[in-house]
């Protein structure tokens, strides 16, 4: 087992290299140049976020989509993987992870863009998209388009089920001293009554659970930039010069370089906003819209709100904390400087913590469920069983019994993940987020002057509210 983690520690240091940071930031830079900085649509495209349109029929709301591709994006990432890149790349790594979030808007804009102008309408009345669809028919290529379903397939049951579970586990055995048995059994009992009840089922619930915890989460965070208010703007300065400047350790910070910074920065907030990974497509797809300009705004959001806000203030969070209490934070490393900030709550600053933790990994278990189906919902149609159908005593796969198996299959992997060690499971969901973001950045690299096109038309020449005919 040792040697097999080694193994895939190692792929993950050629997959998730300094070239897949420069092809990411770079696929950010391009399209921000290009789209002539569709970012700065933002308010706008939060005001759409929660706006109908009139005459629209089947699929999601605009809402419920961004709110399941929120759930998904918005886990541990957010928490932890901030607290990491601090821990690793100083207090300047905020600042560089934030930036990556401000560009990967684009990303997510024109990914999203993609996948509603080539979905497909469901057989009951929905919409099916994301990468897949984009490559097969725009591309032409369905092998691109296979691989790219079956490595989010098998990535869905690691990165979004049973890694989240196990940090749901711990949390509960480490706040609340409940053992990984029974969290895992209640947490296979609650998302089985959800994702058994399909794709609406999740959205469903995933639009009613986003707003309640980011009101939450926020809430103690504003709490603790209360408690640390002659801190924050101290905090934010040095946020900003030590991106820029080399620093030594001192004050429980870690010595770090700009480099160091820079790369644990970026790296965090491209793992946490999943820009350019191909996932949020997949729910932008399935939204009621008019054109695909319109919707691309809407899943924009969600990297706005996963990095540019949750990562920046856990970030400040954590920085403002330090120097506040410095004495706090010696020989604290890693994931734990994060629950130490919230520890100055005098108590209720834990429950906070792990309560958050808990809403977030639950959130993604249910977000990235949905992608997972997505996936195989795809993979059906192209097999080459779907043709067979009882007849004379036949053979009969149907492809709600194989959607059912890959259900009860996920439920399986997030109690597994509650109860055993995820080392392996860590970096193999590393390694298939890897491979799944390279045929996808190639894809957007390649009809980039598509998403130019439709950008033009519908956002730039002010005909936003024009329904494309075309759109199914």
Not at 131 to 151: G, I, N, Q
Not at 277 to 306: H, I, K, Y
Not at 392 to 412: K, M, T, V
Request: net charge positive.
């Amino acid at each position: 087992m040792n040697g097999l983690k080694s193994l895939l520690d190692n792929l993950n240091g050629i997959v998730w290299g300094l070239p897949m940071m420069v092809l990411l930031m770079g696929v950010h830079l391009l399209l921000t140049m290009r789209l002539k900085g569709p970012q700065r649509k933002i308010f706008k495209a939060l005001r759409l976020s929660v706006t109908e349109e009139e005459g629209l029929e089947g699929g999601m709301s605009p809402f419920a989509a961004l709110a399941t591709a929120l759930a998904a994006t918005l886990g541990t990432g957010n928490i932890i993987g901030v607290s990491m890149a601090v821990a690793l790349g100083g207090p300047g790594a905020v600042f560089w992870c934030w930036l990556a979030g401000v560009f990967g808007m684009a990303t997510k804009y024109g990914e999203s863009l993609l996948a509603v102008k080539y979905r497909r309408r469901s057989a009951g009345g929905g919409y099916l998209g994301g990468p897949m669809y984009v490559m097969e028919t725009a591309l032409h290529s369905k092998p691109l388009a296979v691989l790219f379903s079956v490595l989010a397939a098998f990535a869905a049951f690691g990165t979004g089920c049973s890694v989240q579970a196990n940090a749901i586990g711990s949390v509960m055995e480490t706040a609340f001293h409940i053992r990984p048995v029974v969290t895992g059994t209640v947490i296979c009992v609650f998302t089985a009554v959800v994702i058994l009840g399909g794709a609406k089922k999740i959205a469903g619930v995933c639009e009613k659970l986003i707003p309640f915890m980011a009101v939450f989460y926020l809430g103690g965070c504003i709490a603790l930039l209360y408690i640390n208010r002659a801190f924050v703007l101290p905090a934010v300065r040095l946020i900003v010069t030590a991106a820029f400047t080399p620093r030594a350790a001192a004050g429980g910070f870690v010595g770090s370089t700009v480099l160091q910074a820079a790369r644990q920065g970026i790296a965090r907030g491209l793992f946490s906003d999943e820009s350019g990974l191909g996932t949020a497509p997949m729910a932008a797809a399935g939204a009621r819209a008019g054109n695909s300009v319109r919707q691309a705004l809407v899943a924009m959001t969600g990297t706005f709100w996963d990095t540019v806000v949750f990562c920046a203030v856990t970030g400040i969070v954590i920085v403002s904390s330090m120097l506040h209490e410095p004495e706090v934070f010696a020989g604290i490393s890693g994931g734990d400087l994060a629950e130490a900030a919230f520890g100055l709550m005098n108590g209720f600053g834990h429950v906070i913590f792990a309560v958050s933790l808990v809403i977030f990994a639950f959130a993604t278990i249910l977000g990235w469920s949905f992608y997972g189906e997505q996936a195989v919902l795809y993979l059906l149609q192209r097999s080459p069983f779907r043709k067979f159908r009882r007849k004379e005593g036949g053979l009969s796969l149907q492809p709600e019994r194989f959607l059912l198996g890959y259900r009860l299959l996920y439920l399986a992997a997030a109690f597994a993940g509650t109860v055993t060690s995820m080392g392996v499971v860590w970096a193999l969901s590393d390694l298939l987020n890897g491979l799944m973001a390279l045929p996808n950045l190639v894809c957007i690299l390649l009809l980039q002057k598509v998403i130019i096109r439709e950008t033009d038309r519908y956002l730039w020449s002010g005909r936003l509210e024009e329904r494309d005919e075309n759109l199914p």
